[in-house]
């Protein structure tokens, strides 16, 4: 939330809504890490929000499994699902 970056979509159009649009009907599982990700990572079987306990709370991001910034637990996190 806090990456100075600027995300300009039209209204309706996220991560998932697109992904939906190229495939319908699959099960998957999603890395988030910011508000963009919201959709993406409620809608996946399976979710990881990669930051705090309280930015995912901020964002009401509660089924999703919280991994730190760390590139090593979110390798982890990659293997199992494999």
Known sequence: ????NLDITAQGINK?????????QIEY???GNDS????L???AKQSYFIGSKQMA?????????ILPK???QIATA???LC
Do not use: C, P, R, Y
């Open 16 to 24: 998932f809504t697109t992904l939906q649009t190229h495939f319908s």
């Open 57 to 65: 709370h901020q964002l009401h991001i509660t089924e999703s499994q």
């Open 29 to 31: 599982s999603a890395f």
């Open 1 to 4: 939330m806090h990456e100075g």
């Open 78 to 80: 990659i293997e199992k």
């Open 36 to 39: 963009n990700d919201v959709e």
């Open 41 to 43: 990572l409620v809608n």
């Open 70 to 72: 760390d590139s090593q």
